[in-house]
Structure formats: structure tokens, C-alpha cells
């Protein structure tokens, strides 16, 4: 079906990247902003340095698909061949997690400054996210783990893998894989830690 309105399709470039940024991170993480579980760290000087993005999932009665989680976006093109990726994790939560659990505090994004790396930050979120979990009565905590670093944490901070889809499994309809991380990952995690 065609649009029936005016648009335009162009080549995105680097003068697009804070437009792009700001536009998918409004979709993709407005619900984890306003859901009172989500902290920033900030310098001496209030510079953001580091921040977890977070909200609670809880099963529902007849185990159908949760709504508390990402809202569905329609996507286009590449960004939504690695969204498909998420959703195969997101697809996994409530048959992977234990059946006991049913309340979760969900990590979508945790993210330090590569200035302010190695400094204990993300254990300090970490940390942080089991006292939240607790406090809001979460049965556990589950994260999506893309990246190598964060994948890296989550062992470290206790969490066991529950699902993972290897990119050299995840194929376009051509066969070709589709995800290349310029680090050391090689796979995207669905982790879970009981509280």
C-alpha cells in the first residue's frame, strides 16, 4: 500500500545522526524514562556520564505476549532487521524465565561513558537495580545483552543466559548475516537474575 501523502526517501548521512538519535530514542525508550525505575549519573560538572533505562514486566495470567515492554514501532530497512533480532529475545522472556516469576524488573539500556569506564559505574547501576527490583517487588531481573561489555557485566554481576541468538545464525532472506559488531560480541543475550 502506498503512503498517500507527500514524502521524501534520502541517503542518511552524519549531518542526520542527532535527528536519527532523537528519533528512535523517543519510540524506543520514552516508557523506560516515565517508569520512575530509569537513573542517570551525572560528573561534577552535570555532564550525563552514564544511565540505566528500566521498567517492570509483569506475566500476564494467560501468558500472551506482555505490553508492558517496548512498544511495537513500525521500522523500515536495516533498523528493522536488528529489531527483529530484539524481538526474538523479547518472543523468549516469559517461556525462558521461571514459571514462579512473575514480576520482572527489565533493564532495556545500561550505558556508561567510554570516558568513565573501568571506574565501577555499571556495578554501581547494577547494584542499584537489584535494590530496585527488591523494592518494587520483582522476582528477578532481565536484560537484553547486545554488546560485549554489558554482556560481560551481566555474567560478572551473577546473571545466567536464557536465550541467545548467535549472529552468524540471524540471516537476511538472502542468507547473509546480518549482524557485524565492530567488538568482540558475537551474539545477543536474553539474561536473567533472580532477586
Same mark, same amino acid.
Given at each position: 500500500?502506498?503512503?498517500?501523502?507527500?514524502?521524501?526517501?534520502?541517503?542518511?548521512?552524519?549531518?542526520?545522526?542527532?535527528?536519527?538519535?532523537?528519533?528512535?530514542?523517543?519510540?524506543? %525508550?520514552?516508557?523506560?524514562?516515565?517508569?520512575?525505575?530509569?537513573?542517570?549519573?551525572?560528573?561534577?560538572?552535570?555532564?550525563?556520564?552514564?544511565?540505566?533505562?528500566?521498567?517492570?514486566?509483569?506475566?500476564?495470567?494467560?501468558?500472551?505476549?506482555?505490553?508492558?515492554?517496548?512498544?511495537? %514501532?513500525?521500522?523500515?530497512?536495516?533498523?528493522?532487521?536488528?529489531?527483529?533480532?530484539?524481538?526474538?529475545?523479547?518472543?523468549?522472556?516469559?517461556?525462558? #524465565?521461571?514459571?514462579? #516469576?512473575?514480576?520482572?524488573?527489565?533493564?532495556?539500556?545500561?550505558?556508561?561513558?567510554?570516558?568513565?569506564?573501568?571506574?565501577?559505574?555499571?556495578?554501581?547501576?547494577?547494584?542499584?537495580?537489584?535494590?530496585?527490583?527488591?523494592?518494587?517487588?520483582?522476582?528477578?531481573?532481565?536484560?537484553?545483552?547486545?554488546?560485549?561489555?554489558?554482556?560481560?557485566?551481566?555474567?560478572?554481576?551473577?546473571?545466567?543466559?536464557?536465550?541467545?541468538?548467535?549472529?552468524?545464525?540471524?540471516?537476511?532472506?538472502?542468507?547473509?548475516?546480518?549482524?557485524?559488531?565492530?567488538?568482540?560480541?558475537?551474539?545477543?543475550?536474553?539474561?536473567?537474575?533472580?532477586?
Amino acid at each position: 500500500m502506498e503512503p498517500n501523502f507527500p514524502f521524501e526517501i534520502a541517503e542518511a548521512t552524519s549531518s542526520h545522526e542527532a535527528e536519527i538519535i532523537d528519533f528512535l530514542l523517543s519510540d524506543l %525508550i520514552h516508557k523506560g524514562v516515565t517508569s520512575k525505575q530509569s537513573l542517570v549519573i551525572r560528573d561534577a560538572n552535570g555532564k550525563l556520564i552514564a544511565t540505566q533505562i528500566a521498567s517492570i514486566l509483569e506475566r500476564q495470567a494467560n501468558d500472551q505476549e506482555n505490553n508492558n515492554s517496548q512498544d511495537q %514501532i513500525k521500522l523500515e530497512g536495516e533498523i528493522r532487521k536488528i529489531a527483529g533480532l530484539l524481538e526474538k529475545l523479547d518472543e523468549q522472556i516469559w517461556t525462558t #524465565v521461571p514459571l514462579e #516469576v512473575t514480576r520482572l524488573f527489565y533493564i532495556m539500556i545500561i550505558s556508561v561513558s567510554s570516558h568513565f569506564g573501568r571506574r565501577g559505574i555499571a556495578n554501581r547501576l547494577m547494584a542499584n537495580a537489584v535494590q530496585q527490583a527488591q523494592n518494587t517487588g520483582c522476582h528477578g531481573i532481565l536484560a537484553e545483552a547486545t554488546a560485549y561489555n554489558s554482556q560481560k557485566l551481566f555474567e560478572k554481576c551473577g546473571f545466567t543466559v536464557l536465550y541467545e541468538v548467535k549472529h552468524s545464525d540471524y540471516l537476511d532472506e538472502t542468507g547473509k548475516r546480518i549482524i557485524h559488531c565492530r567488538d568482540q560480541t558475537d551474539s545477543a543475550q536474553l539474561v536473567f537474575k533472580k532477586v
